[in-house]
């Protein structure tokens, strides 16, 4: 079986397993709303707040905030939750590149929707005129397949480590921190409505991050699946 069809069983199987139990979808999404709700009651102990100057890019950063939180618990565990016996059945039906690019694809149409939905629930309680909505839109978009990319491939690297939640909580922080600056930015021109053009520099940055962290995975994965 070639790499294509190995990774879209593989993909159909993390889609039918969560179809079926769907506690990171429920759990994520709880999260989120009782997040966004309790900002909401917060900045509503402080009357007069949305007018204010600063409420713009305060509503920007919490925004990410919530989404990364949201990705972290969403696929931090996606390699933690698989036991030795099920790790040793991939490895004599799949190859290593199969399932970490199985594992990315599934986790980037995941973070997808719950991004999309974790948006729609925030301008719902949160009223906000966006520059350019279908901007800042794609920066959402952008921003889960980056989280989606990078906690992927430290969950792998973590659950070699004897499922290590310090460890990767620290290999985040160096790879997370340019990724949310980048985003802050780029969905700041979206919501000023300055022109797309401002953001493609954004944009180029986000493409280079998330193909090195493909790259690395491709070629680091198989290493980490012989042990």
């Given at each position: 079986?070639?790499?294509?069809?190995?990774?879209?069983?593989?993909?159909?199987?993390?889609?039918?397993?969560?179809?079926?139990?769907?506690?990171?979808?429920?759990?994520?999404?709880?999260?989120?709303?009782?997040?966004?709700?309790?900002?909401?009651?917060?900045?509503?102990?402080?009357?007069?707040?949305?007018?204010?100057?600063?409420?713009?890019?305060?509503?920007?950063?919490?925004?990410?905030?919530?989404?990364?939180?949201?990705?972290?618990?969403?696929?931090?565990?996606?390699?933690?939750?698989?036991?030795?016996?099920?790790?040793?059945?991939?490895?004599?039906?799949?190859?290593?590149?199969?399932?970490?690019?199985?594992?990315?694809?599934?986790?980037?149409?995941?973070?997808?929707?719950?991004?999309?939905?974790?948006?729609?629930?925030?301008?719902?309680?949160?009223?906000?005129?966006?520059?350019?909505?279908?901007?800042?839109?794609?920066?959402?978009?952008?921003?889960?397949?980056?989280?989606?990319m990078v906690f992927t491939m430290l969950s792998a690297i973590a659950s070699k480590a004897g499922n290590n939640g310090t460890l990767m909580a620290v290999l985040c922080f160096p790879i997370i921190i340019p990724v949310i600056l980048?985003?802050?930015?780029?969905?700041?021109?979206?919501?000023?409505?300055?022109?797309?053009?401002?953001?493609?520099?954004?944009?180029?940055?986000?493409?280079g991050i998330n193909a090195i962290v493909v790259a690395t995975s491709l070629i680091l994965f198989p290493y980490l699946w012989r042990d």
């Open positions: 079986m070639n790499l294509f069809n190995q990774v879209k069983f593989l993909l159909r199987k993390e889609i039918l397993l969560e179809w079926r139990a769907k506690y990171a979808f429920n759990g994520v999404l709880l999260y989120v709303v009782s997040t966004v709700f309790v900002c909401y009651i917060s900045f509503n102990l402080s009357p007069g707040f949305s007018q204010n100057q600063g409420y713009p890019i305060v509503w920007n950063v919490l925004f990410w905030i919530i989404l990364l939180f949201a990705s972290v618990n969403a696929i931090a565990k996606s390699f933690m939750q698989e036991n030795s016996n099920r790790l040793l059945y991939y490895y004599t039906i799949a190859s290593a590149k199969a399932i970490i690019l199985a594992k990315i694809i599934y986790n980037c149409l995941l973070m997808m929707l719950l991004s999309t939905m974790a948006l729609i629930v925030y301008l719902l309680f949160f009223t906000n005129n966006l520059g350019d909505p279908l901007c800042y839109y794609l920066a959402v978009l952008s921003g889960s397949i980056s989280f989606s980048v985003l802050v930015r780029f969905s700041k021109n979206a919501m000023d409505g300055l022109d797309r053009s401002a953001s493609q520099h954004d944009i180029i940055v986000l493409a």
